[in-house]
């Protein structure tokens, strides 16, 4: 019992510390922060053979573009405000979908709000097996691994032990593959195919603004947002 308790207060203590760093969803602010996320190199993808399914997952290769870069513009980075006590309300981020069709994963990366559910839906008529990995550095943890026979929805919680970082593969196609950034607060955005992005509804403040990518890293600049103006942060990636 003794042992018990003593986990509880442990639990009760980490939940409080949790809390009072939380973001609190409230009112938009009137600046933002805009730029761009640019690459230095090329253009990479793998390519996977499309092994079964094949009247609704296609023949031949699957190519999984790992760096999307097109005229030095990286897309499928993400870009996110490192801290921010409160501001606009969590919006999409907060009843993020994913869809199966195909056999493939739509978007291939996504935005999601920490500890959100996370909706997942199979547009074909065949069977997927969504397997998530919570990525720790190098240590990969299995969040939830589900199998979904039939067309529809289902829903499975984003829970994060300790990272931001989700892989997403399919255990029926292993050619299947995409990946999920969870937000702690709602200023986070996926650059577009011009590798551009835009966090609007930002409180004043001194703020850090990072950029990841799932195959190059993670870069951090500071821009400081006044007046409810518009601060830019530019990025680059190299291979
Ligand atoms: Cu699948």
Not at 37 to 62: E, H, Q
């Amino acid at each position: 019992m003794k042992k018990v308790l003593t986990g509880c207060a442990v639990a009760v203590a980490t939940l409080f510390a949790l809390n009072a760093s939380a973001y609190e969803a409230g009112s938009a602010g009137g600046g933002k922060v805009a730029g761009k996320v640019s690459f230095k190199g090329a253009p990479a993808s793998k390519k996977l053979p499309i092994t079964k399914d094949n009247a609704v997952c296609g023949s031949g290769d699957r190519e999984i573009v790992e760096i999307n870069a097109k005229g030095g513009n990286l897309a499928g980075a993400v870009v996110y405000v490192a801290k921010v006590d409160k501001g606009k309300p969590w919006g999409e981020l907060e009843k993020p979908v994913l869809d199966q069709k195909g056999c493939r994963f739509a978007p291939d990366v996504m935005v999601v709000k920490k500890d959100a559910e996370l909706t997942i839906r199979n547009s074909d008529p065949v069977m997927h097996n969504i397997h998530t990995y919570e990525i720790i550095g190098a240590v990969r943890r299995t969040m939830f691994n589900v199998g979904q026979p039939d067309k529809g929805d289902m829903k499975q919680p984003i829970k994060m032990r300790r990272a931001n970082v989700v892989k997403i593969e399919c255990d029926a196609h292993d050619f299947m593959h995409a990946w999920a950034f969870t937000a702690d607060n709602p200023y986070a955005a996926v650059t577009k195919e011009d590798g551009s992005f835009s966090l609007d509804g930002l409180p004043d403040g001194d703020y850090e603004v990072k950029a990841w990518h799932p195959m190059l890293g993670e870069k951090s600049a500071t821009v400081k947002v006044s007046g409810g103006g518009a601060a830019s942060a530019t990025f680059e990636f190299a291979k």
